[in-house]
């Protein structure tokens, strides 16, 4: 089965900028969407379509695509943005959805 | 307001049943797609069912495929997912998410918490 690949966790400092890669060989024909989760809470969708950011989510949070590659970039980031982030897309043929298996945020 | 709310978890013994609904407000249920997805404790999410607008295409992961039906009443904006033979690994907060294309989810439910054991 088709399979997307994140690193299971990132630590950085305030400020810094995170990069959240995942990879998968469908992902140079799918679209991609990105969702935080915290503690106890649902998923919450960040970006679709590789690159567009919904209503409401922070300027700081942004896509981008290459190949069979997409990442999830934060600029600056915060105390409140330590959650996990998973990808997802869905197979070459588009008949089922695919999520990564989550990258923890830990912000020192 | 745009909503989802899960219900019907629970505790259920290895082999039994359960009925998860999933009440949506707020938009035209019937022009969405809607999906379950789970996540065990600890783990990340699966998507398990889904299902379009009108009912005319159905998805099963291999996981639940034979086990579990998920199904829709338009007139009641309510969403399900009957879960037959359930097992230890079927243990996990199911989530019901409205699904816009292509393949995004830009709404969930809190959850509901289904616990196979006995």
């Known amino acids: 089965s088709y399979e997307l690949t994140q690193p299971p966790s990132v630590s950085l400092s305030p400020g810094q900028t995170a990069r959240i890669a995942c990879s998968g060989d469908?992902?140079?024909?799918?679209?991609a969407c990105w969702y935080q989760q915290k503690p106890g809470q649902a998923p919450l969708l960040l970006i679709y379509k590789d690159t567009e950011r919904p209503s409401g989510i922070p300027g700081r949070f942004s896509g981008s695509s290459s190949g069979t590659t997409v990442t999830l970039t934060i600029s600056g980031v915060q105390a409140e943005d330590e959650a996990d982030y998973y990808c997802?897309?869905?197979?070459?043929?588009?008949?089922?959805?695919?999520f990564g298996g989550g990258t923890k945020l830990t912000v020192l | 307001e745009v909503q989802l709310v899960e219900s019907g978890g629970g505790l259920v013994q290895p082999g039994g049943s359960l009925r998860l609904s999933c009440a949506a407000s707020?938009?035209?249920?019937?022009?969405?797609?809607m999906t379950w997805v789970r996540q065990a404790p600890g783990k990340g999410l699966e998507c398990v069912s889904d299902?379009?607008?009108?009912?005319?295409?159905?998805y099963y992961a291999d996981s639940v495929k034979g086990r579990f039906t998920i199904s829709r009443d338009n007139s009641r904006n309510t969403l399900y997912l009957q879960m037959n033979s359930v097992r230890a690994d079927d243990t996990a907060v199911y989530y019901c998410a409205r699904r816009t294309g292509p393949h995004v989810f830009d709404m969930w439910g809190r959850g509901t918490m289904v616990t196979v054991s006995s």
């Open positions: 299902i379009t607008g009108i009912a005319d295409r159905i």
């Open positions: 997802q897309s869905a197979d070459s043929s588009g008949s089922y959805e695919v």
């Open positions: 707020g938009f035209t249920f019937s022009n969405y797609a």
């Open positions: 469908a992902l140079a024909k799918q679209y």
